[in-house]
């Protein structure tokens, strides 16, 4: 049963707020036309007596308020300080929005002050109080892949207590770590190889009774929803259903294919072999040509195989280096008088690492040059012939030499195959970089281990190419993400970015009309579809982002907080005056920016922060993503008489920067079909904006939102204005 409202607005006069806006106008505003007559003000909302005051009000024997609006700093800071506990809370920006962007005292800012109250108090009428979407919780994490990032992640799962399922292909624990004869040092002095440390790590999983192990399998598919998956492992012919609450990813890489590199003497000589054949010699004890099985007394290491080049592999494999610079000491502590010799690019041993590489290059036996190799061809004898150019030197070269070592890259071990099996509409696998060859698409500039698979992390090599160590490190952040997710199911909250949100999408579903567009523009394959095509929520997929929301035709999906209805009521709440002047440069125009709370909102924020100056003739109104636009808010701002209307999303593209994938790009393709209809509506196509910001972006903003004015201006006042 919905409890009765009792509303309140309290508002703060800190941090030069009460030096821009006139109170007494704001509260009068507030019960006129906000309908709320409980206000209060405090000069710091937020201190420790200002929370007791609220606290005050929300007592059953005081005022017994439970729905507030608190006009005060943005709602990005001061959160646990605003947040009171069984009340609807809604935060009103009048700090870096009015007080630090705005002339103070000035006519238009005490308009600009009362529009934003007058939007969230029609806002917290709107609202109810958000209940958690409560459902059952295995927490096992499951880790498919033994490798250094598949064990890492496992012993950190159940070292904190979570029981875990780990999965490896292979017969045997370790993965390409323990295939290797020494590994690059990870401790100081960071001079000398050292043993593999997944060996350690196996013998950990092996005694640890909270991991169990299955090796010589396979995952056949996995099914449900976070905190409710059914994994099916196949192994030896047998498949076994076990219930787990999240995944970790760390199914590792596989090498290029070097019958590519043919240019570079692969398959034209027995003597030209890959980093990984060469490490599989050095573990056999000796390093021998496998033409002859004599030890080689020149050994050129070419960098780059395959690597960084349109052709192959775009991207820079980040262990080479190490590894050829490795694989030089072995071939000089086998035979001091041998040379290796390193042809690079470029050397890239980040942090730490330099202290190895030094070490290497202080040895009168490595000779290392930039160069671009050309070719491998056999020479005089049965010897290799290398020619390279663009070297350090300024000159062409060619040389001889008895053994040539291919640093070829790595390719993600899910680029042919899913490896989870999902059973998603979205299709098996997790998604991949468009152009990087099958790595986990996470956005990982912004998010490592976040996949599009909610509660699904990629770890390791299969998320980007990385050296152990830090393949180890991978494990443990996916683990603590995966612990993560299902702490968050199991309490009915969403997980990263909306890490706190306890709403989920409540459809009306009488109304559906089954039309796919919320199945299909879902980013995380929370939609699924009956036998009669009818779409239903997986909720505990879901990240809130309100995609679905903006692509119903029909509205019919809500948030407790947030939904159609309740952007809409916001836009239609605000003064418009009538313009007396259109050639007045500051003729009281009425201006809208949609804005992304995830990019746009904290560039805005910063903005303030610097006391940069905005048109005040702009209001802004946060949305979770753009990805949640609907295109009745068009309608809604411009039959209202709103002059224009600015949407400021993520970047989108090759590097976007959106916190739920798809949402700029969604909201720019729901763009494309408006023009028609402002034509038909005898309003300019260009009253209706997109632009991309960054949240780093915050000193482009004035210029921005002025341009946009400008347009505006230039294209003149809502005809509607008059109806």
Not at 183 to 209: A, D, R, W
Not at 337 to 364: N, V
Not at 507 to 519: G, H, I
Request: with cysteine; hydrophobic share 35%; net charge negative.
């Amino acid at each position: 049963m919905e409890i009765e409202k009792k509303y309140g607005v309290y508002v703060c006069k800190g941090c030069g707020i009460s030096d821009a806006i006139d109170f007494e106008s704001l509260a009068k505003v507030i019960k006129k036309e906000g309908k709320i007559q409980h206000i209060k003000e405090h000069d710091i909302m937020c201190s420790p007596d200002g929370r007791a005051m609220i606290l005050e009000d929300l007592k059953p024997d005081g005022e017994a308020i439970n729905s507030i609006v608190i006009a005060a700093c943005s709602s990005r800071v001061k959160y646990e300080e605003l947040d009171f506990p069984n009340c609807l809370v809604e935060r009103c920006n009048i700090r870096e929005l009015v007080a630090w962007t705005q002339e103070p005292k000035a006519e238009e800012t005490q308009n600009l002050a009362e529009d934003y109250l007058r939007m969230y108090c029609a806002r917290v009428k709107k609202s109810s109080l958000p209940e958690p979407y409560q459902s059952e919780c295995d927490k096992t994490i499951m880790v498919i892949g033994g490798g250094a990032a598949g064990l890492s992640g496992a012993l950190e799962a159940a070292n904190d207590g979570y029981p875990v399922v780990l999965v490896e292909k292979e017969a045997e624990l370790g993965g390409y770590g323990a295939k290797i004869y020494r590994q690059t040092p990870s401790t100081y002095p960071f001079t000398t190889l050292q043993e593999p440390v997944v060996f350690k790590k196996i013998k950990e999983i092996q005694g640890h009774p909270g991991i169990r192990v299955f090796t010589s399998a396979a995952i056949e598919k996995i099914e449900g929803q976070p905190g409710l998956l059914d994994a099916h492992i196949k192994t030896n012919g047998n498949v076994e259903t076990i219930r787990v609450g999240s995944v970790v990813v760390a199914a590792g890489a596989t090498p290029y294919d070097a019958t590519k590199l043919t240019h570079l003497g692969y398959g034209l000589s027995k003597d030209v072999i890959t980093n990984v054949e060469m490490e599989e010699l050095a573990k056999k004890g000796k390093i021998v040509r496998p033409s002859d099985g004599k030890a080689p007394q020149r050994v050129a290491f070419i960098q780059c195989a395959g690597s960084r080049d349109p052709e192959h592999l775009p991207y820079c494999s980040d262990f080479c280096c190490l590894t050829s610079l490795k694989q030089a000491l072995y071939v000089r502590q086998q035979n001091p008088d041998a040379l290796a010799y390193i042809l690079y690019k470029d050397i890239r041993t980040p942090g730490q690492s330099e202290l190895f590489y030094k070490e290497a290059q202080s040895d009168p036996g490595v000779m290392l040059t930039k160069a671009e190799v050309t070719g491998v061809t056999v020479g005089s004898g049965g010897n290799l012939l290398v020619n390279a150019t663009d070297t350090l030197l300024g000159a062409d070269v060619a040389f001889e030499a008895d053994l040539v070592v291919l640093a070829t890259g790595l390719v993600p071990a899910t680029k042919d195959d899913p490896v989870i099996n999902l059973e998603y509409r979205q299709g098996p696998g997790l998604p991949e970089t468009e152009d990087y060859n099958g790595f986990a698409d996470s956005n990982f500039i912004c998010f490592p281990y976040e996949t599009r698979r909610t509660a699904i992390y990629a770890a390791g090599a299969v998320r980007q190419a990385m050296t152990i160590p830090m393949a180890m490190d991978d494990g443990v952040g996916a683990a603590c993400k995966a612990i993560q997710a299902v702490e968050h199911v199991a309490e009915g909250m969403a997980v990263h970015p909306r890490a706190w949100d306890e709403t989920f999408p409540d459809p009306f579903m009488q109304r559906c009309t089954s039309c796919k567009r919320c199945t299909e523009e879902c980013p995380f394959g929370a939609i699924e579809e009956d036998e009669k095509g009818t779409p239903f929520f997986k909720i505990n997929r879901c990240r809130r982002c309100a995609t679905c929301m903006g692509a119903c035709p029909e509205r019919i999906v809500s948030f407790k907080d947030y939904s159609v209805d309740i952007i809409g009521s916001m836009l239609k709440a605000c003064d418009v005056p009538e313009i007396e002047d259109e050639d007045d440069p500051n003729a009281p125009f009425r201006i809208f920016s949609l804005i992304c709370e995830n990019d746009a909102y904290p560039a805005l924020d910063a903005a303030g922060l610097h006391k940069l100056r905005l048109d005040p003739r702009v209001r802004f109104v946060p949305l979770r993503c753009m990805g949640s636009f609907n295109m009745v808010w068009v309608s809604d701002a411009l039959s209202r008489g709103i002059d224009g209307l600015l949407l400021m999303g993520c970047k989108y593209g090759d590097d976007y920067q959106c916190h739920f994938s798809k949402g700029s790009e969604l909201c720019a393709y729901r763009l494309t079909k408006l023009s028609e209809t402002l034509d038909k509506l005898g309003l300019e196509a260009d009253r209706v904006q997109q632009i991309q910001v960054a949240a780093s972006e915050y000193d482009k903003l004035p210029q921005i939102v002025n341009d946009f004015v400008a347009r505006v201006l230039e294209i003149g006042p809502n005809p509607f204005k008059e109806f």
